[in-house]
């Protein structure tokens, strides 16, 4: 039931911090200023910061930012981005070591929103998960806010990541966002989006894109994998197991994915291809 939330004493935070961070607003670089206001932001509503960083980063984050804690993993992915981002595969691996009950996962550069912060305060859904999207904005005094559509913090069990592989997106790149919320729905997962007077609780401060085009694409390619290995998986299993959508055999979130990819491709189709009345 998400009629209630459940209060906890401990409550772990997870995040990948770089050890450099630049936002150039007015020709200032808010970049450190911007870093510490986040951190400060999930301190203040109850939770342990823990950033997961590899070898190359661990030691300059943790000099710099000595409140928080850093869990070390062994791998980045410096030889397929130029920078050493950590694996979201080994930040939830790292979750299941630790014996986490709930936990949150934020990207770096997001704040709380002041006045959503007593409202979060070591609380967490009686079930399922719940997650937020979030402000844009232009600088730290929240100039022109507009909502993005992306899932920047997510509230969510660690029992719940059991039911499904989890592939290797670097965390930090486009599209795992997407994915881990409509994975913890195919396998039966309900999950709420987090609002405060109807505007998501976290904001961040808006900057180019930090990302390829091609690493758009290879990651959407893994998307597409990692929802077609659950499709298959979910739809072998007898109808009275799983929920399904009409007759099809498929979870009802998995056949939305599939039915919006067919009307996408359609509208590809006639975009791409012109005409020819033969009348």
């Not at 936990?103 to 609380?123: C, E, T």
């Not at 670097?170 to 795992?176: C, M, R, V």
């Not at 309900?190 to 900057?207: E, M, Q, Y």
Request: proline content about 6%; glycine content about 8%.
């Amino acid at each position: 039931s998400f009629l209630y939330l459940a209060k906890v004493t401990v409550l772990n935070i997870y995040t990948s911090i770089p050890p450099v961070v630049k936002r150039m607003v007015n020709g200032v670089d808010e970049g450190p200023a911007w870093t510490r206001i986040c951190i400060d932001s999930w301190k203040q509503a109850g939770y342990t910061v823990v950033s997961v960083n590899s070898a190359s980063e661990s030691a300059a984050v943790q000099a710099q930012y000595p409140d928080i804690q850093i869990a070390q993993v062994g791998r980045d992915g410096r030889h397929l981005v130029g920078r050493p981002l950590v694996y979201l595969s080994d930040m939830l691996q790292l979750v299941q070591s630790r014996g986490d009950g709930y936990f949150g996962i934020v990207n770096a550069d997001v704040r709380f929103l002041p006045q959503a912060i007593p409202s979060l305060q070591q609380w967490v859904p009686a079930s399922g998960f719940v997650y937020s999207n979030r402000l844009d904005i232009d600088d730290v005094h929240f100039a022109n806010p507009r909502l993005h559509g992306g899932v920047d913090f997510i509230l969510l069990s660690a029992r719940d990541v059991l039911g499904f592989a989890h592939p290797d997106f670097l965390f930090g790149t486009p599209w795992w966002d997407y994915w881990l919320p409509l994975a913890l729905n195919s396998t039966g997962t309900a999950g709420r989006r987090l609002t405060h007077n109807g505007l998501p609780v976290i904001a961040h401060l808006f900057h180019t894109d930090q990302w390829s085009h091609n690493q758009f694409l290879a990651n959407f390619s893994m998307f597409n994998h990692a929802i077609a290995e659950i499709v298959a998986q979910r739809s072998s299993l007898p109808e009275s197991v799983h929920t399904v959508d009409g007759a099809s055999g498929l979870p009802g979130p998995m056949l939305k994915i599939c039915l919006e990819y067919a009307k996408a491709s359609s509208g590809l189709i006639h975009q791409e291809n012109t005409p020819l009345d033969i009348a």
